[in-house]
């Protein structure tokens, strides 16, 4: 089965816009993007068409590839203390000359939707944040509506990266589940994907699984997107003759990457709640 995160996405969006009326509040996320790159760009107008759409403001704060890491960090700062931003991320990757996690690390929990600064994941991996990290939520929300019960399961994440791997990594340990993660030093995947009855895979290499490396049935959420060359198309992880394969299969593009958007906006609603309590 192909796994349609548009139109779950849509059955969020709904539920969201609701919520945002709700609120009586009006609610702006601050997305800071340094230079331009074909991959966050698409998933930058995703941003704005779903925050749009569900009546949150996206405002984009741009600056130049050069910059360095210490004036990012201060851009960051001054959006990150405008009260009128709800929410503020940085838009990733970052140049190789920016020190990303220091970055990250500059954005306060009560306005982190990507939960992507090491005291937002210190509250997500204890479980004490009201929120998880948007991909958390997209995988959680398509095991939920298909009845994928990881208990018991051989569960493997491809790829260790902060977007993906790791915030899942830290999930699926809470899961009941035989947890395999990957990173970029393995240099044989077969015995692991073979093994898999579930693969998530984030690790932005196209075509790194193919289909005689997975087994019937297989459960696959393909989360990893690059750009592919020549032609400049983003595709996944999975070659796309896996699905014919697996039980569930999600695709690059209109798999999980829309729920992701969606999830990330629901926890901007969620962190605004707690903002007006304080």
């Known amino acids: 089965m192909i796994i349609d995160g548009k139109k779950l996405a849509e059955e969020i969006k709904e539920s969201l ?50 910059i360095s890491t210490n004036t990012l960090r201060k851009k960051l700062a001054e959006a990150v203390h405008i009260k009128q931003n709800s929410g503020v991320i940085v838009q990733l990757p970052l140049p190789k ?7 990250l690390d500059g954005i306060v929990p009560e306005k982190d939707p990507d939960m992507l600064s090491s005291k937002s994941i210190g509250l997500f991996a204890t479980g004490r944040s009201s929120a998880m990290p948007p991909v958390v939520g997209a995988v959680k929300y398509i095991f939920e509506k298909y009845n994928i019960d990881v208990k018991g399961k051989n569960v493997l994440v491809v790829g260790a990266g902060r977007l993906v791997g790791k915030p899942l ?35 932005g ?15 696959v959420i393909d989360a990893g997107t690059s750009e592919s060359a020549p032609n400049g198309h983003l595709v996944g992880d999975c070659d796309p003759r896996v699905a014919e394969k697996s039980s569930f299969f999600t695709p690059v593009l209109g798999g999980v990457g ?9 926890n901007i609603v969620v962190l605004a709640r707690k903002q007006s309590k304080l």
């Open 169 to 203: 990594a830290l999930w699926l340990l809470q899961q009941d589940c035989a947890l395999v993660a990957l990173n970029k030093h393995t240099s044989d995947l077969a015995p692991f994907t073979l093994n898999a009855d579930i693969i998530i895979s984030g690790a």
């Open 258 to 266: 829309p729920l992701v958007v969606a999830k990330l906006f629901q």
């Open 97 to 103: 000359q920016i020190q990303t996690q220091y970055i």
């Open 205 to 219: 290499a196209p075509g790194l699984i193919q289909p005689d490396m997975v087994k019937s049935g297989v459960v």
């Open 17 to 66: 816009k609701e919520e945002v009326a709700r609120l009586g509040k009006k609610l702006r996320l601050a997305v800071i993007q340094v230079g331009a790159n074909l991959v966050s760009e698409k998933f930058l107008e995703q941003k704005k068409k779903f925050g749009g759409a569900v009546g949150v403001d996206v405002r984009v704060y741009q600056l130049p590839e050069d």
